[in-house]
């Protein structure tokens, strides 16, 4: 039998799946997924359905298909930022939401660290934490806020503390469920090199979850300002979340929409930024 007889011939398609799967594409692939990865092609694109919703609002309120109490025009809430801008309270509200989101996202994140630390690199933390976490996780935002009041009274201390709630779980229960899936032959391997304790976690098994660790902390600053508006409601008289209840007892859908908006934009910037780390992470340990 020759060489060619020996040869086993697979279809271009079936070539293009076993490459995808060993890791290895074609240079045409690639060079589309270097142009979908640029930072222009991906601004664009993430502008592109903003603008579309933002044509059919305009469409919608001005051809009188919906009624202007019930959508205001995109210029009437244009307008009402700018009366607040004016008048110096919408940056107040601003700064007020963002200083206790960062607060309640910072302090939530740093304990839910920890707390994973215990649960997912000790068997006894685990048998003796998650039952009850996983009990607590499961209590709605809102019921917190008769508790926090009753703890706490009114003041900044309940809010940042239910936002810290917020935040807490999600980072959590990513890392937590990371770390106990540590591949346990390098965690083997790691301790053939005399490597206990820290210098383990530091070499081996942080760098391991550093990807579930970035993620974690995305979903729990997501998580810290969908809690804001809760927090807000705890007799709050600033704030974004505060604007929202107050513009929705005075009747103004203008107001309500551009709380929205505003929060929207807010949590996609810091979104943004929490991006950039996560790269900076991931190579700096990876």
């Known amino acids: 039998m020759t060489d060619f007889d020996q040869r086993v011939i697979v279809p271009a398609d079936s070539r293009d799946a076993l490459d995808a799967a ?16 640029r930072p222009v092609v991906r601004i664009v694109g993430g502008l592109l359905l903003p603008v579309l919703i ?20 995109p210029a009437s809430v244009f307008q009402a930022g700018v009366e607040l801008a004016q008048s110096g309270q919408l940056w107040t509200h601003i700064a007020i939401s963002v200083q206790r989101v960062l607060l309640g996202f910072a302090f939530g994140s740093v304990i839910g660290l920890a707390v994973a630390g215990v649960v997912g690199l000790s068997r ?12 607590i996780r499961a209590v709605p935002s809102l019921a917190w806020v008769p508790l926090l009041i009753l703890w706490m009274q009114i003041g900044e201390e309940s809010k940042v503390t239910l936002i810290a709630i917020g935040a807490f779980f999600p980072v959590y229960t990513t890392v937590a469920s990371a770390l106990r899936h540590v591949d346990p032959h390098l965690v083997e391997a790691g301790r053939s090199f005399s490597l206990r304790g820290w210098s383990l976690f530091r070499t081996v098994q942080l760098p391991a ?5 970035a ?7 997501a998580q810290a300002w969908l809690f804001l508006v809760a927090a807000e409601l705890i007799a709050s008289s600033m704030g974004l979340g505060f604007l929202l209840t107050d513009s929705q007892n005075s009747g103004r859908v ?11 934009l807010l949590g996609t910037i810091t979104n943004g930024i929490l991006v950039l780390l996560e790269k900076y992470l991931l190579r700096r340990w990876t």
């Open 54 to 73: 933002l044509l059919a609002w305009q469409i919608a309120t001005t051809s009188g298909l919906v009624q202007p109490y019930l959508l205001p025009t």
């Open 254 to 264: 203008d107001r309500i929409l551009l709380s929205i908006v505003l929060l929207a």
């Open 124 to 135: 006894w933390g685990d048998v003796l934490l998650s039952p009850t976490l996983a009990g």
């Open 22 to 37: 060993k890791g290895e594409y074609r240079r045409a692939d690639a060079g589309a997924r270097r142009v979908w990865d």
């Open 215 to 221: 993620a974690g902390l995305r979903l729990a600053l």
């Open 209 to 213: 979850v550093v990807p579930s660790v």
